[in-house]
């Protein structure tokens, strides 16, 4: 059990647990959240409750249009653990104001697809949503694969019919539940904003 993980079964509140992860170095704040138990990895989206995420913290605002934003992963699934959520801000002209598109880039990519996604602001009182329903009208860039829907077989096995809820963790993480058809399901995952 590492740090953050004993952290979380301390019962910390999230103003400690951000301040423990803020204080960490980059390569040591990924590997603590890269050590979590699938178990715990729910616990921390779980214990950030009511702490809203915003779009720029996926793609800050200094951050130009089409400029690739890389979030490392781990979810609490038992394999396939690690993957990478990749962002951008959509082109003004091309998409509504402050949208985010991404994608999924992962070991299983190839079979099940890039997972495309677009993340708009969220309305007050609103989680932060990755939303699979719908995906950008364009490639994004050249070295991001090629757009697919996620209603198509097997993408729709993993990416179809999904939102995933975000909360806030720290200036660097937040954490994530997938939903499917509405229904919250037993999958969780965190992301650590790489520099």
Same mark, same amino acid.
């Given at each position: 059990?590492?740090?953050?993980?004993?952290?979380?079964?301390?019962?910390?509140?999230?103003?400690?647990?951000?301040?423990?992860?803020?204080?960490?170095?980059?390569?040591?704040?990924?590997?603590?959240?890269?050590?979590? %138990? *699938?178990?715990?990895?729910?616990? =921390? #989206?779980? @214990?950030?409750?009511? !702490?809203? +995420?915003?779009?720029d913290h996926l793609v800050p605002a200094?951050?130009?249009?089409?400029?690739?934003?890389?979030? %490392? *992963?781990?979810?609490?699934?038992? =394999? #396939?653990? @690690?993957?990478?959520? !990749?962002? +951008?801000?959509?082109?003004?002209?091309?998409?509504?104001?402050?949208?985010?598109?991404?994608?999924?880039?992962?070991?299983?990519?190839?079979?099940?697809?890039?997972?495309?996604?677009?993340?708009?602001?969220?309305?007050?009182?609103?989680?932060?949503?990755?939303?699979?329903?719908?995906?950008?009208?364009?490639?994004?860039?050249?070295?991001?694969?090629?757009?697919?829907?996620?209603?198509?077989?097997?993408?729709?096995?993993?990416?179809?019919?999904?939102?995933?809820?975000?909360?806030?963790?720290?200036?660097?993480?937040c954490a994530g539940r997938a939903c499917?058809?509405?229904?919250?399901?037993?999958?969780?995952?965190?992301?650590?904003?790489?520099?």
């Open positions: 059990m590492n740090e953050l993980e004993q952290r979380l079964s301390n019962g910390e509140a999230p103003d400690e647990i951000e301040a423990y992860l803020d204080g960490l170095e980059a390569a040591a704040r990924l590997a603590e959240v890269r050590g979590l %138990s *699938g178990k715990a990895v729910g616990a =921390l #989206f779980d @214990r950030c409750a009511a !702490r809203p +995420l915003s779009t200094c951050v130009d249009d089409g400029v690739e934003v890389r979030h %490392s *992963g781990i979810n609490s699934m038992p =394999l #396939f653990r @690690r993957f990478e959520k !990749r962002f +951008l801000r959509a082109p003004s002209g091309v998409a509504p104001a402050g949208r985010l598109w991404g994608y999924n880039h992962q070991a299983m990519q190839a079979v099940t697809g890039p997972g495309y996604f677009v993340v708009d602001e969220p309305t007050d009182g609103e989680e932060l949503t990755i939303d699979y329903h719908e995906v950008p009208p364009v490639r994004p860039r050249d070295d991001w694969p090629a757009v697919r829907g996620n209603d198509g077989f097997p993408s729709n096995l993993v990416y179809g019919f999904m939102r995933d809820g975000m909360r806030r963790v720290s200036a660097d993480v499917r058809r509405g229904k919250q399901m037993n999958t969780w995952f965190a992301l650590v904003r790489q520099a």
